[in-house]
């Protein structure tokens, strides 16, 4: 999916407001597992007032060993595809679910971020790839970016396609669970 990081044209904030209004609605709870964006979806949702109703928390696994030590990304995926593929996006999204469960019960929604910011490829994929991925209980989907700009532009256009694509996930939620039974 090329270019299309925001979605819409509302800002990081309203996004995260947004998002966290639908994820309040259902009763869910919510987890960040970053690594392309550092940080900064989290930190984009813990502004907004009220976040902790839902936002259980992150895990910032920036090194490649801490996706599989902290989020269960298989380890052999790892080594042979590397950490910017949308296979470990996806798996981030999962295991970050139950990393930061309660009483064995995962997070109802996880968020994940990988890729590149640059300046240099990494694991064969370009500056500016980046793969999202949001899982909830009735579906994980993953999307790939390819980016233009800078580091900061980079990840401020995957944190804001990784909270549209959330959002997306919740308000489908409704309508997936009901295409399914």
Sequence with gaps: MSGRAGGDSSTPDEAARALLTAVAARGWSLA????????????????????????????????????HSLLGVDADLLASSGAVHPEVARQMAEGVRVAAGRDGIPADVGIATTGVAGPDPQDGQAVGTAFIAVATPVETRVEAL??????????????????????ECVDGSDAAAGASE
Excluded: H, N, Q
């Excluded at 813990?46 to 696994?61: C, I, T, Y």
């Excluded at 980016?147 to 990840?155: F, K, M, N, S, V």
């Design 32 to 67: 960040v597992a970053e690594s392309l964006t550092g940080g900064l979806v989290l930190a984009t949702l813990v502004s907004v007032p009220g976040a902790s109703a839902v936002l259980r928390g992150g895990v910032v696994a920036y090194a490649t060993d801490l996706k």
């Design 146 to 167: 390819f980016l233009e700009g800078g580091r900061a532009e980079i990840r401020a256009a995957t944190a804001g396609g990784a909270l549209r694509l959330a959002r």
